[in-house]
């Protein structure tokens, strides 16, 4: 069973401040992790992925950072806005690669 | 083109009543997933699905909770017995591929909050 850490569970960041959100997998055969974005009331959407063949993607003020030796992998937001307040999930993909586990989650609040 | 259709987007029972979630996939997607969200948790998942077939169930619970694709109309989620505990917001997710989420992405629905008084 593959099993996903997701740290820190909420965060607090004032506007035009950078968001970090770390995610840990176990094993995967199947490089590819992506993080989904929830807001109140909705369901998670796919905001960025990334497959490890880069150790960096880059999406607008949104970068995912990869790092296979130590099966880490996060989230960046530059320049928070309020509007990015949501809950962060990253997730990975299980054993056969037919599903994704998912993280707990870090809700993050950007402070105008 | 629609996205993925939930309902009831909200359902309330009583203890030992039956909870009945539906999903409609995205047109075009033969792949469901269904996961959980407890209250300030995370998504949890419960079972995979393709047309008339489970995948893999390995997130049900043993007892109560069953799962369903058929030919026409769309996934069924069946909880039998409600109880307090099974207060939670159930997504479901479809995708268009051969059930490999290494190539894409998954779509999720807005999602069925059901309470158990």
């Known amino acids: 069973q593959q099993q996903v850490k997701q740290s820190p569970q909420s965060l607090i960041v004032q506007k035009g401040g950078i968001s970090i959100i770390n995610c840990a997998y176990e094993n995967t055969a199947f490089d590819y992790f992506p993080w989904y974005q929830q807001f109140p009331g909705k369901g998670p959407a796919l905001l960025i992925a990334?497959?490890?063949?880069?150790s960096e993607k880059k999406e607008g003020r949104f970068t995912i950072s990869f790092n296979k030796s130590a099966k880490q992998f996060s989230l960046h937001i530059m320049d928070s806005q309020p509007g990015d307040s949501a809950t962060y999930f990253c997730a990975a993909p299980n054993n056969a690669g037919n599903m994704l586990t998912f993280g707990g989650g870090t809700r993050l609040m950007v402070k105008p | 083109n629609a996205g993925v259709m939930q309902n009831p987007r909200h359902l309330v029972r009583r203890r030992g009543q039956e909870a009945r979630l539906r999903c409609s996939p995205m047109?075009?997607?033969?792949?469901v997933y269904w996961y959980r969200q407890l209250p300030e948790e995370g998504l949890k998942f419960m079972v995979y699905l393709q047309k008339e077939n489970i995948i893999d169930e390995s997130g049900m619970p043993k007892e109560r909770f069953s799962a369903e694709f058929p030919k026409e109309g769309p996934s069924i989620l069946r909880i039998q017995q409600v109880v307090r505990g099974d207060s939670a917001a159930y997504f479901c997710?479809?995708?268009?591929?051969?059930?490999?989420?290494?190539?894409?992405?998954?779509?999720f629905g807005e999602g069925s909050r059901l309470t158990v008084l």
């Open positions: 997710a479809s995708s268009p591929l051969a059930g490999e989420v290494d190539t894409g992405e998954l779509f």
């Open positions: 047109k075009g997607h033969s792949h």
């Open positions: 990334i497959r490890p063949d880069v």
